[in-house]
RNA sequence: GCGGCGGUCGUCUAGCCUGGACUAGGACGCCGGCCUGCCAAGCCGGAGGUCCCGGGUUCAAAUCCCGGCCGCCGCACCA
């Protein structure tokens, strides 16, 4: 006979989704209301599930990589001007029309520029509308009439203060405020070259129509970093990459994916070489993404790395793969993507601040650099011109010297340049010598950047196992939301309380997450904690009155140790950590 | 946003087609008590339900009709 929860429920995500929200790990948001759709509670051992996670997270991207890497914060909402620049207001008001028909949505532009051949550019909604309907445009697919031109915004709109035209916008992602934040950061961080800048916070994104549960979420957290590089210095911006050279990765490029081929097995030094991966660093920071979500408990087998076609990037993107985990419901989905970003965003800022986000490069020698230059005589051009002057010395400057070296040469009695003629002497041209200690450059940025409640939910379904009728969260230990639990034997015996209550104590003290539980049979007691996942069970019984030995029992194999009571904070340490239950203590039954 | 299917204690469900005896039943879980020397045992007692929401039809609606919300699937969308 099947387990009683088998009853109506056909696969592993919806015994999943009952588990989530019978222990409390997550379930949909607002549900005494109906709901809605696109956003998720999480439950109290979800909340510890999620910040072990982000924790490992942590550990693997920035606490490994200290000497590189940074964490900072910054606001979810930014002024209009953040998503102008990055790109983001453009790409996010896109005019759509839907066909009356058959429902499907398109780019009003694109359809009018396709059907009547004409460019579209700048157009107004109305305008947009109109010309659908005088040149009676018709849906592509089907002939259905068309309905009206609609801005489609998936940035969330708000306004900052009190007054209507200062617009805001909840972030859609997190790197515009590391960019936004670039030169505070290198200033603290001694101005060098590479440095990762990561972070972990929410963003909205006001998706059309969210589905899949916590995989497509309207507000949602991720994990990010962006790591800034030398663009002329590729070799010395991955220190780290020789240690993982030799990591085997799963990677579909998108020519293998047009042509229908498996992703294939490579090192990620071959990855690199045969140019798979178009930069060492991106692909340094998909091995230590690929190691991450394998200590998550998910399989190497069971990802891969999956190149985005041209068409199917971001607009700020050169390449970018998505690292896709394979789950029950819907097949493969994307936990992260690798970008590389280039100096897309770096120089859109830059336009748009008029800031210099440039990084100083010091060469190790300095090196003399011949320039010629345009020397002006202030006193003549300011006599000749008076108030006009400031025009014409701006115009002399922003003259290349070669044009004035022209007509210099041509023997013109004036030099022509923004209107103004300027008489010869009053310019010459002297070629100086110049030690240079370094360059600007513009740094490039290489992004891995991932889901957090996607990196959940695939933890989550990864640790599902069934044993004899019973569930368990078979969680690594490392990232268990509660990590031991303490049992008296049996319920009905003050001794035995006391002394499991000591324990419980002891272990809180230490730092653990505990759970303490005297009612029910010890059976059911072990089963409760099986499934949410305690990696470890401590039992208090008859003997450890007499000699203080404790039994210790391991979710995963249900197999037991004995070991002194003094004993079980270490064990327990360790046994996170890795060690087998063996080396613990001795065989018990 | 379009189409299909669905929504009943914490969870999984019975009831809906064929409206009335449904004061909405069960199982598991939960709480209290008894029992229990290691894997969801047993006994006794208890709490727990806006039958998704709103409107309509009817003497009478969990049940029929309409609209909405939410979920799943397909299409579209996912910069």
Redesign the pocket.
Known sequence: MP????????DV??KI???A??RGFF??S??????????YDYGPYGVLLKNRIVEKWRDFFVRRHQDYVVEIESPIIAPGIVFEA???AE??T?P?V?CL???????ADHLVEEALGISVEGLSLEELGRIIRDNNVKCPLDGGELGDVRV?N?LFRTQIGPYEGDIGYIR??LAQGMFVAFKRVLESMRSRLPIGVAQVGR?G?N???????M??LREFTIMEMEYFIDPEDLSGNCPFFDEMAGKRLRVQSYTMKVKGEEPQWLTLEEAVESKVIVDKCLGYWMAIGQEFVESLGVPAEQMFFMEKGPH?????SAQTFDQVVKVS??GLIEVAGHSYRGAYDMSRHMAYSKADLTVFKPYKEPVLVKERKVIVDKGVVGRLFRDKAGEVLEALQAASPEDIESYLASGSPTIKVGGFEVPRGAVKIVEVEEKAWGKKVLPNVVEPSFGVDRVVYVTFEYAYRER????ILAFPRDIAPVQAAV?P?????ENLIAEARSLYKTLVREGFQVIY????????????A??IGVPA?F??????LEDKT??M??RDT???V?LPANNVVEALRKFLKGEPLDSLGTP??
């Not at 387990?3 to 056909?10: E, K, Q, R, V, Y």
């Not at 028909?101 to 780019?107: A, L, P, S, T, V």
């Not at 034997?489 to 015996?493: F, P």
């Open positions: 387990p009683w929860w088998c009853f109506g429920l056909t995500y919806e989704s009952e588990l929200k019978r379930w949909p607002y549900e005494i209301y109906g709901g809605v759709a696109g956003f990055s790109g983001h790409h996010f896109d759509v839907s028909k058959c429902g499907r949505k398109f780019r489609f998936l859609p992602e963003v994104r998706e059309i129509s969210p589905r899949q549960a995989v497509r199917e990037r971001a607009h700020y419901r819907w004899e009728g019973r569930v049992f034997l049996v319920e009905n015996d539980d005297d009612t029910g049979s010890i059976g059911r007691r072990y089963a409760r099986d499934e069970a039992t208090i019984d008859y003997q450890t404790v039994t029992r391991d249900w197999r037991q004995r018990f039954k």
